[in-house]
């Protein structure tokens, strides 16, 4: 077994939009300076932030894609109404 040895930098910081947490991990034989640790914190707060206010945009599915979405949600059905067609035989021969 091979054991690393990691110095954790937790970040929490509460924003407009809630409560920031984060993690930032070292090799401690490489730890950085406080106001780099400071830098790369406000970093990952900043690109936090900056997706909540400019979300990705997500294009909407494609015909193959909406067909594969039914045929996926038809396969499910057909297995449920399998499976509560086998439970109810069970609870029928309980009587």
Do not use: C, H
Not at 7 to 36: C, H, M, S, W
Not at 38 to 60: F, H, M, V
Request: hydrophobic residues 35%; proline residues 7%; aromatic residues 8%.
């Amino acid at each position: 077994m091979k054991l690393t040895k990691m110095i954790q930098v937790r970040v929490n910081e509460t924003t407009k939009y809630g409560n920031f947490q984060d993690a930032l991990y070292y090799d401690p034989l490489t730890i950085p300076e406080d106001k780099d640790i400071e830098i790369e914190a406000q970093k990952r707060i900043d690109d936090w932030i900056y997706l909540i206010e400019n979300p990705p945009i997500i294009p909407p599915p494609t015909k193959e894609e909406l067909r594969k979405m039914i045929d996926d949600a038809l396969a499910q059905k057909l297995a449920l109404e399998s499976y509560i067609t086998e439970k109810e035989a069970e609870l029928a021969a309980k009587g």
